[in-house]
DNA sequence: TATTCATTTCGACAATCATGGAAATAATAG
DNA sequence: CTATTATTTCCATGATTGTCGAAATGAATA
């Protein structure tokens, strides 16, 4: 994970409706949830979900996963962690202040 | 920490050249670094970079302390840590997969 | 006070972004 | 096939952003 990679992603879930839809599917963990259940919690117009949605995608932050006439979103836990990991790393010039967290 | 206060976070460091400063900071630990230090590492003009600055300072993840007349940039440690712990949190409906972590 | 160095403010510009309506595509069910 | 539901693509538009030059301010020293 390197500098432009970890911006992109931060960059995207510095938009309030791209973080919360980012949020929605955390929670549910390993659940499915497709773009009509986020669209019903969210409230907004599907072309304006499935942008969020699409640039969540490019920057790896989720994954899709076809099924019949759905589609279903997932974190990218891996992305996240390694988002994450990029923020902290070499913290205080390795006076090592930040104990490693692993995530799922 | 609430979802606009962390998404407005989140959006400054989605900026390659606020990370980079950022970062630097953050490496740079608890010694102290001046807007001219921080202008020789990254060769960017100065209205830029101080633009860049005030937007962290913004939000909150970095402080500044003048003395005579030097002004130096410390990262807020605890707004990194309570964006980060807002990404976190809940995640998988608190079958916590994710071991809390703490920042300095 | 005058000089020097550090930092900020102002003003401008092109580039990118967020949003959503409308139309198009995909997939299943009847 | 037709109807229906789900999802995406296309297109437009106003708003925000990133960048930087130039001028202004601030603070210390001589």
Redo the contacts between chains.
Sequence with gaps: MN??E???????????TR??IF?IL??????KINVGDLQQQLDIPNSTLSHHLSKLTNVGLINQEKEGRHIFYHPHFKQ?QGM?DF??D????G?S????????
């Excluded at 992603?9 to 938009?15: D, I, S, T, V, Y």
């Excluded at 955390?26 to 659940?31: A, D, E, F, I, R």
């Design positions: 500098i432009q970890t911006a992109a992603c931060l960059g995207e879930l510095g938009n309030e973080l919360e949020r955390v929670k549910s963990g390993h659940k996240l994450i923020l902290l070499e913290c205080c010039e006076e202040c930040l104990p490693k967290n692993n995530c799922c």
